[in-house]
């Protein structure tokens, strides 16, 4: 019999866990990680039909309105921006410096839903407009896991499309 | 409540979600340590992306063929450990199925010369460089990720963090004295996790076909390739590794999937590693 392949027996899916959302940073935790001691203004991004029609053309990408939020720093921008993906919907956190190259990236929330949840107007709801918790919870409870690699090409996405408004709404169109 | 202090962190990184964990200090102390793990990431992405025209990886696949390349040491180690994986496994193992990948849409066609069926037996590998016999297109994504993991928990420890986790997307490694709890995702249901493993000091890797399977055209493909027959593994299984090292754990999962079972007894048994089916 074999003695270094363990055939494990299918779990009851009724003793199964759901993987559970992961908080990493809240959006101050954030901001201090990527610009600290400096002082960040909002800005707002209302960007025109045309200028959101210009970054979809050049992403490849939707861009969703009122998912994405910018800062000013002093020494670049501060962005928070949601995604759905297959299987999940992730927060992150990009920062760029003052030329607007990509300096970081953080993810701030990551939550798993299968079976189309993740594309419910219901499941999503119950995170707009909430805080981020301001502690991040590092305990016995807190399994990682282990599993087949998700792809993250909509955080991907997602980074192309801010570095696009970034060019096109904020720092505007380069002078002819 | 008292819990202990820590940071976990994610970065999209390899193409995936990398989670760093570190544990006994203050944040203040830990983050430096986190940012130099997600640097060491970052260099063997830079290197190895099959994804990034400008890598490493990439000049192989363009000119290696033509005339020997000079590599880096670290692209060296991860394409000399895998090719040794290769031999043991009898091509159980092997990094050169990125057509495959490629014609199924998991990997980006470059344009470079058309590969003719190669395998790991057409690399020729010497101190500082290395040629193809034929136009390939190696693929470290089924080792590098490991390797990537493995340099994290290095820069963790030299930044002197002694309990740690570095997860890349589900091929992960844990350090320090306490055993860690790891949850496998459900093969049959994956948003769940049914068994949990003990984890000490060790890296654990999975593969399995949940999330990458999908139809192309009249047939269905996933990420996973079968060297000598070259089909996608399109199984309900799951297959974890447990082995001291995760570039090793990563890459033995595809011998358990695709060697005959007494050739991938023999090969874990080489690697001081244990595989876990379900």
Known sequence: ?176 | MSRPPGVRRARPLLGTLVEICAVGAAPRRLNPAIDAAFARIEHVQALMSYHDPASELSRLNRAAASRPQRISAHTRTVLSAALRLAQLSEGAFDPCIGDSLERWGCLPDHGYARPRAGSWRDVELAAREVRFRRPLRLDLGGIAKGYAVDLALEALREAGVREACVNAGGDLRVSGARAQRIALRHPLAPQLTGHTLLLRDAALATSAAYHSRRRLRAREVSALVDPPSRRPYLGAGSVSVCAPECLTADALTKVVLFAAPQAAERVLAACGARAYVQ
């Not at chain 1, 899916?13 to 993987?19: E, G, H, I, K, R």
């Not at chain 1, 490849?60 to 309105?65: A, E, L, V």
């Not at chain 1, 910018?70 to 410096?97: E, M, N, P």
């Open chain 1, 1 to 176: 019999m074999s003695s270094r392949i363990v055939m494990l027996p299918v779990a009851a899916l009724a003793a199964a866990q759901p993987v559970e959302a992961m908080i990493y940073l809240s959006l101050e935790q954030a901001q201090q990680l990527m610009f600290a001691h400096e002082t960040l203004t909002p800005l707002a991004l209302a960007p025109s039909n045309d200028q959101i029609a210009a970054i979809e053309r050049s992403t490849g990408t939707r861009f969703q309105s009122g998912a994405l939020r910018a800062w000013k720093a002093d020494s670049g921008y501060f962005f928070v921006d949601a995604v759905i993906g297959k299987h999940d919907l992730i927060t992150y956190a990009v920062a760029l410096s003052a030329q607007g190259a990509v300096r970081e990236v953080e993810i701030l929330e990551y939550r798993e839903a299968y079976g189309g949840e993740v594309r419910s107007a219901r499941w999503r709801a119950q995170f707009v407009g909430r805080h981020y918790g301001d502690a991040v919870q590092i305990g016995r409870d807190i399994h990682n896991v282990s599993g087949a690699t998700l792809s993250c090409q909509h955080v991907t996405d997602g980074i192309r499309r801010v570095l696009a408004t970034y060019a096109l709404v904020i720092a505007g169109p380069a002078p002819p």
